[in-house]
């Protein structure tokens, strides 16, 4: 359990940031480092923040694959090719999870094995 966290305003903003792998800076000074993602039952995933600097916790909600992700990712499959996170680029290999290919990153399934 990762215990209670606070909804943070301008999740989009700041899943940008995370997705290119930069700092995020905290609402309270200092940054925000990833303690966990929590896989949902639709698709979406939980991530839970920390601030460096008070120790508070944050939630944002990373919102499941589109089609044009899932349908990418499926062309790679189709090439050959090792499919990376959609979101995340190059720095993260698909990896598979039972029949689906999960990023480690951010917990999204974008398809099937």
């Known amino acids: 359990?990762?215990?209670e966290a606070f909804r943070l305003d301008h999740e989009k903003k700041l899943l940008k940031h995370y997705y290119a792998g930069q700092q995020m800076e905290s609402p309270n000074g200092g940054f925000l480092?990833?303690?966990g993602i929590r896989?949902?039952?639709t698709g979406d995933a939980i991530a839970i923040f920390e601030?460096?600097?008070s120790w508070i916790r944050y939630e944002v909600t990373i919102r499941k694959a589109t089609?044009?992700?899932r349908k990418n990712v499926r062309d790679a499959?189709?090439?050959g090719e090792d499919p990376f996170?959609?979101?995340h680029g190059l720095s993260a290999r698909l990896l598979r999870a039972g029949k689906s290919l999960v990023c480690n990153d951010c917990g999204i399934a974008y398809?099937?094995?």
Do not use: D, H, W, Y
């Open 39 to 41: 896989q949902g039952e």
């Open 1 to 3: 359990m990762l215990g």
């Open 51 to 53: 601030c460096n600097a």
């Open 67 to 69: 089609r044009t992700e």
């Open 85 to 87: 996170c959609p979101r």
């Open 77 to 79: 499959l189709s090439a």
């Open 33 to 35: 480092i990833c303690l």
């Open 111 to 113: 398809g099937k094995v």
